[in-house]
């Protein structure tokens, strides 16, 4: 992990270790994380609990009700206390999330989509542990070192040229969908790419959070702890001593 030199500031750093930095906002954290389960957890455990499978319920359950709890708990916490906390949430949330996806994805295939070939389970699983060390590795390597050339607007995933594309989406899964529910196993392939394209954005998620919660711990003098923006908001939490972190 770079820890960033004693001689350095934060405003003296690249902006995109700059916002690797931040922290999630407090004003908007119990919204964003009660969203990411709900949509992106729990819509993926629905087909998990049936038809009825004990080794997927081993490995998921525990899970989900860990997450679960652990939301409650920052749900309950005043947002301003929890800023690290809830960066650690948003990787690990990330890792079961893609855990879950993957399996229900497996599960869809063979319950559902009745794809009993060995191979494409093979294959399938290799392509994914494949992304999604690549998506480690990103990581990682993004952050090794302070590169002041480095020029994130240029990069493919921030190019304007997607915007269209990302806009168009909803709509095309909807032609999608409208031509493929005629059909069983066409809505069970739709929902089987569904959760591929999940499983790939926790497994950035999870690789994003886990490594920005563990750089921010190295750097903790140079993360900038959010604080309330409503003055008279600002001074009960010093009357209170509340402590931000």
Known sequence: MLKIPDNKK??????YMQEHLMMISPESAKLTITMFCLILLDMSAVPLLYPKNDLIYIITIPLIIFIHLWLIRLLIKNPYTTQMETTLFMGVFSIVGSICNFITSIKVSYVFAEISNIWFYIVFSIVHLILITVLVQYQ???YSEIDYKRNEANKWYN???FIPLLSAAPGIGYIIFQSSKGTEKGMHSVFLIATVIFTLFL???AAKYIHKYFFMKTNIRLVFFDKPSDKNLLKKYERKGVVYK
């Not at 934060?10 to 902006?15: G, I, K």
């Open 140 to 142: 990682i390597e993004k």
């Open 159 to 161: 190019n304007t040229r």
């Open 203 to 205: 497994s950035y998620f």
């Open 10 to 15: 934060t405003r003296n750093l690249p902006d």
